[in-house]
């Protein structure tokens, strides 16, 4: 990331900038803004160090305009400071704060966690929703780095940022830094803060250069407008896989926010316009729910990076200069704490700076701006290396699930088709189970939640979207979608001749279906599916992939992705599929329909 540099003094600040900040905005990669200088203006200013009048505000430079950056500008503008992300942010600017939350997209109210990635079905679910409200913290919010990046720099301001403009290098000469910018021009200031990310210029010229850590993973991100089924109920989910996997998160309006994490050497780059079609190969035969967010994404949407981190380090800066955010532990995104590991870095460093200038002024001394960032980097080694290695290790499990026995042993791979639990998955399962508890006492949303959390049939009942049949056999060309109905009262025949008895009833002309085949009925938020004796038999293949014939005349529950064929020959297959559309969009699509 281009450096960026923010300087501030309290009363006054200035803007100079190669591209009006309004412009990046519209840029889809803002995420990566370019280096900027800004004068924030912190209450901590006022005497400097050495040699500096009492009345003297300081002037801070902060290289970087991503998160660690811009929050930190923001603290160095506002008065008084406040240990989690949101309660920094709301410690340093409340309506800010207020600001994100409205932004954000509540996921701690759901269901959250693991899922085998090719099943779907859930490996351990995590309670988001009791720590937060036994503590008093709101619920777990998702935002997009766009929007978050979008308000910061409001609140900072643009006469505060300046655009375009790179930081390639800082001399300190004790009682003052000056910082050089790419164009030549140069600013002085009391201290330096870099937040310029994980290949921080600032960090290479206090300790020179180092390599990033590659994760042995490249990443695929989007953002698709695509509303799943059972958006009610589940916030966000990790898709393992042996060597991959896939994290889908609810970020509100109607759009989901993927990543597709994939085992490969570093470096690679993909055709034009081929992103979504490698991305398909690479995660053909997982569920429904990661096949359907990457088709719904645009292909010019599609991002790729290699993910890198940085082991933790004892020493964050030197003298008038310190680090900040991914420029001194930029981590993996598996826990998705890096941006709120610098917003705790922001605020652990504005209150450092702000108790020295109180001191200052009670004692009517300069500020020890040195102490000030030695303390600020003390406080907070320990929980970002601590934060840093669970990331790591969040990665490494998700990466090495293996559902089956089989799975990554070469000639041994034959055994995945005995669908025998792999031991690891289910002793780590247990183990993660275990840890989780819920609230005695439950509001009605709280007992729905706990609800879905303890109970997969109950979570399954709360999906809202029209349930379809699918073609899917030999015989696609002579078959049509089916669209199930609700109505208890109206059960569907299917047979090879249509029954007016029965007004929902589905014609299927072919030599596997006998006349009166078979009967599907809705009760209790359920479908289920009675052979009627047939001549050729009915059959349900799950998402395990165990395939059995239904017993004549005894209702059979099935569930979404289930394959139902009729006959044995696989020929006349339907896949059951839930897609929140309305029966009307399913009329245009030529959709039948038993109602």
Not at 195 to 206: E, H, P, Q
Not at 457 to 472: H, K, Q, S, V, Y
Not at 565 to 590: H, M, N, T, Y
Request: with cysteine; hydrophobic share 40%.
């Amino acid at each position: 990331m281009a450096s960026t540099l923010l300087c501030n003094s309290v009363n006054s600040s200035t803007t100079f900038s190669q591209e009006p900040t309004s412009q990046l905005w519209q840029k889809r990669k803002l995420a990566r803004v370019k280096a900027k200088l800004a004068e924030a203006s912190p209450t901590v200013s006022q005497p400097t160090e050495s040699g500096g009048d009492p009345g003297k505000k300081l002037r801070i430079l902060v290289a970087g305009g991503g998160i660690g950056g811009l929050v930190f500008a923001l603290a160095a503008k506002r008065k008084g400071f406040e240990s989690n992300a949101l309660a920094a942010l709301e410690a340093i600017d409340l309506e800010v704060a207020e600001e994100v939350l409205k932004a954000g997209c509540i996921t701690g109210d759901r269901i959250n966690g693991l899922v085998d990635g090719v099943s779907g079905t859930w490996y351990v679910k995590f309670d988001t929703f009791t720590p937060a409200a036994e503590r008093g913290l709101p619920v777990t919010r998702v935002i997009s780095r766009m929007t978050l990046q979008q308000i910061l720099a409001r609140a900072v301001g643009e006469d505060i940022i300046i655009n375009g403009s790179n930081v390639v290098e800082f001399e300190d000469n004790g009682d003052k830094v000056t910082v050089m910018l790419e164009n030549g021009q140069s600013y002085a200031g009391d201290l330096l803060v870099g937040a310029d990310g994980i290949w921080s210029k600032v960090r290479k010229n206090l300790f020179g250069l180092t390599e990033a850590i590659y994760s042995g993973y490249t990443c695929y991100t989007g953002i698709a407008d695509f509303v799943p089924a059972d958006i009610e109920s589940v916030g966000y989910r990790v898709f393992l896989g042996h060597k991959q996997y896939f994290v889908s998160s609810d970020v509100g309006a109607g759009k989901m926010q993927w990543y597709a994490f994939h085992e490969e050497p570093s470096g690679g780059v993909d055709i034009p316009h081929g992103k979504k079609e490698r991305l398909l190969k690479i995660f053909e035969g997982w569920c429904d729910n990661v096949i359907d967010l990457i088709l719904a994404t645009e292909e010019d949407t599609i991002l790729r990076r290699d993910i890198f981190d940085r082991t933790p380090i004892l020493t964050w800066g030197k003298g008038r200069v310190t680090l900040l955010g991914d420029s001194v532990h930029a981590m993996q995104p598996n826990l998705g704490q890096g941006g709120c590991m610098a917003i705790e870095d922001s605020y652990q460093l504005a209150s450092e700076l702000n108790k020295a200038w109180k001191q200052s002024i009670e004692e009517g001394t300069h500020i020890d701006i040195v102490s000030s960032l030695k303390r600020y980097e003390n406080a907070r080694k320990l929980r970002v290396a601590v934060i840093h290695g669970m990331a790591r290790m969040a990665a490494l499990m998700a990466s090495t699930y293996k559902a089956y026995l089989g799975v990554g042993l070469g000639p041994l791979s034959f055994l995945t088709k005995f669908r025998i639990p792999h031991p690891g998955r289910v002793v780590t399962a247990l183990n993660l189970k275990g840890g989780h508890h819920l609230a005695d006492s439950r509001t009605e949303q709280v007992t729905s939640y706990a609800n879905g959390f303890e109970d997969d049939d109950a979570l399954e009942r709360t999906i809202n979207g029209e349930w379809f049949w699918l073609p899917c056999g030999n015989e696609t060309g002579a078959l049509q979608p089916i669209c199930l109905s609700r109505d208890e009262s109206k059960p569907c025949i299917i047979g090879s001749i249509a029954h007016q008895d029965f007004p929902g009833s589905i014609a299927i002309p072919l030599p596997q279906v006998s006349e009166m085949h078979a009967r599907i009925s809705y009760k209790k938020g359920a479908f289920y599916l009675t052979d009627l004796r047939s001549e050729h038999g009915t059959w349900i293949t799950d998402i395990e992939e165990k395939r059995y014939r239904l017993p004549p005349n005894f209702p059979t529950r099935f569930r979404p992705s289930d394959v139902i064929e009729f006959g044995p020959d696989k020929k006349v297959a339907f896949r059951v599929k839930v897609i929140r559309s309305s029966p009307k969009i399913a009329e245009e699509s030529g959709i039948l329909q038993t109602v």
